[in-house]
């Protein structure tokens, strides 16, 4: 397996980034109502596949933002810019615009004469519930204007304290792709067929992969946090036994350090 440092072409941040940071469960929940105007920002870097069943990682460098007001609005890396429907202790539920990476046809020889899969919006609901220390997440994301289909993206995480100011979370996930979205990023057409010299091969709605991941947040001080996740995902049937799928093993990255300030800090 390879790896691409800040590759030009893959500067772009990706929903699948965003997902991976939500799913770590050791973001920070709804803040005291007394407090306005919450942020949170910093460095980080995430390293995640070209593109899903590619063999070479892109390391790609992202803010760490968190930015609430009145516990209603929000901006943030994990779910783009959207707003609370519903944000108290133990259950949260969100609607938000955020962005899904796309794919060109040069990240890969195998992808040769299928054509470019361009970046989109998506519009996305998500749910999270704390059930003590066990914590569930749902996000259902819709491209806006391109084929890219609908996913759904689920995660249960087991949350401890290591020590009073490291927070460990380990957990299970998975994503679900419609047809449409799987037909896109799996499968090939007679004229992608024509084009690139693979063979013909469709896609129904199904899972697209499953996994573990760790996640690691330290208090440094009041202000300035440190937070890791580690992932480990793989591609499951029909879109593991895709022709564009050079390995179906989908590791991933995320370090990022924070400082956090607001009315109330």
Excluded: C
């Excluded at 590619?54 to 790609?60: A, H, I, R, V």
């Excluded at 933002?65 to 959207?82: C, E, K, M, P, Q």
């Excluded at 996994?211 to 879109?239: C, E, K, M, P």
């Amino acid at each position: 397996m390879t790896m691409n440092r800040y590759p030009a072409s893959r500067t772009r941040w990706t929903t699948a980034t965003l997902a991976l940071v939500a799913s770590s469960a050791l973001a920070t929940t709804a803040q005291s109502a007394e407090r306005d105007f919450q942020v949170s920002v910093g460095p980080g870097v995430v390293i995640v596949p070209e593109y899903p069943g590619s063999e070479d990682l892109d390391t790609l460098p992202i803010p760490a933002l968190d930015l609430s007001y009145r516990d209603v609005l929000f901006a943030n890396t994990r779910h783009g810019i959207g707003a609370w429907l519903v944000n108290r202790e133990g259950s949260q539920v969100g609607g938000a615009i955020s962005f899904r990476r796309g794919r060109d046809e040069d990240d890969s020889d195998r992808l040769r004469g299928l054509g470019d899969i361009d970046d989109s919006a998506v519009a996305q609901i998500f749910a999270v519930r704390d059930l003590g220390p066990l914590r569930l997440t749902a996000q259902l994301a819709q491209s806006i204007g391109e084929s890219s289909g609908l996913t759904l993206d689920t995660s249960a995480a087991w949350r401890f304290r290591l020590a009073p100011a490291t927070q460990v979370a380990l957990g299970v996930r998975s994503t679900f792709g419609n047809s449409e979205y799987m037909r896109t990023w799996f499968g090939i057409d007679a004229e992608q067929a024509q084009r690139s010299g693979l063979p013909e091969y469709d896609m129904d709605a199904g899972i697209q992969s499953a996994g573990t991941f760790v996640g690691v947040n330290h208090q440094l001080s009041r202000a300035w946090a440190i937070a890791a996740v580690a992932g480990y995902d793989y591609l499951v049937g029909d879109a593991a036994d895709s022709p564009i799928v050079e390995d179906d093993a989908k590791p991933t990255l995320m370090i990022h350090a924070a400082y956090r300030f607001g009315n109330g800090n």
